[in-house]
């Protein structure tokens, strides 16, 4: 049997996924994380997020000061929390608006979400700071203002995310707003269940025991299928505390599959290898100064843009990986 043919059966023995036909996950091997490059080819760029945060190798830069929250404090803002299957998202009104911190447009709140591990001891985060993982992360999601999603998903830069580190700890005094919020977990027994919010807390309730002049910026992608690199991320360096009795709900009253006794764990992305240079406000504690750092030198490199084929610019190294594979199946001549 020839070089060729041989390439072409080993190919045709490939497994041959349709992203339409498989929601993604995160407890099952078929659409949890690893395979969602080969679900959806989005997710397989060179922008990709959440990363780790060096921040010996994060620059200041002087223009990424103070944040406005526009709106923010208004408890009426926050519609409803659902359970997605992935995460519970909280859906937010229109009128609270993101401006200032060094972002080149104002942006829409559309929603937050969370992430969390398996249990209040482990990590769950997905961004990381210097290799530490987080007990649990929150997203706060903007769409750059006048654009719907759709055309934010399809602009760099269309959409903003605040990302903040959550510290769970034990014996900590309970804060009220995230009881509120917490205590509606209890409620959501499946997917598509929801309880709407009561105005009994805000959005800037939630994050107002951090300093949100200290923070990392990068350009990156969404952190779900379909990943699409149009972010612009804002990780705030310090956490939100929480008792730990606060936050319990999240790994005991969460379920995937409530008969099979599927919890709703682990659901973060590892982080990726993303080669964008990561900012530092003017605020943050841990930078490096601009004069004294020198740029990465793969910083400089270009890597391949992906199509839906897939990566263009691999397609080379695949061959030639083939090749070598083959050249050990076949016996010599």
Known sequence: MGMEALLVLFLLGLP??????????????????PAWPALYHTCNGSQQSPINIKTTEAVRKNDLGEFTFHMYS??????KIKHTAQSV?????????????????????????LHWGWNSSSGGSEHTIDGVRAGMELHIVHARKGLR???????PGGIAVLAFFITIENGRTEDPAWKSLTKTIKYLKEEGDYRKLNGTFSLMELIQSVNLT???????SLTTPECNEVVVWTVFEESIRLNAS???TFFEDLYINRSAGIRLHGNFRPTQDNRNRVWASRGASRASDP?????????TQQLPK?????????RPFLLSLLLTLACHILPPN
């Open 16 to 33: 041959q996924l349709d992203s339409s036909k498989v929601k993604y996950c995160y407890h099952n091997s078929k659409c949890a994380p």
């Open 74 to 79: 208004n408890r009426h803002s926050l519609m």
């Open 89 to 113: 998202k909280i859906s937010i009104g229109d009128s609270l608006e993101l401006r200032g911190g060094g972002l080149k447009s104002n942006y829409s709140a559309l929603q937050f979400h």
């Open 149 to 155: 999603l759709e055309g934010a998903l399809a602009q």
């Open 214 to 220: 200290k923070y990392y910026r990068y350009n990156g």
């Open 246 to 248: 606060l936050v319990e």
């Open 291 to 299: 004069s004294t750092t020198a740029p990465p030198a793969l910083q």
């Open 306 to 314: 992906t199509t839906e084929s897939g990566s263009a610019g691999s």
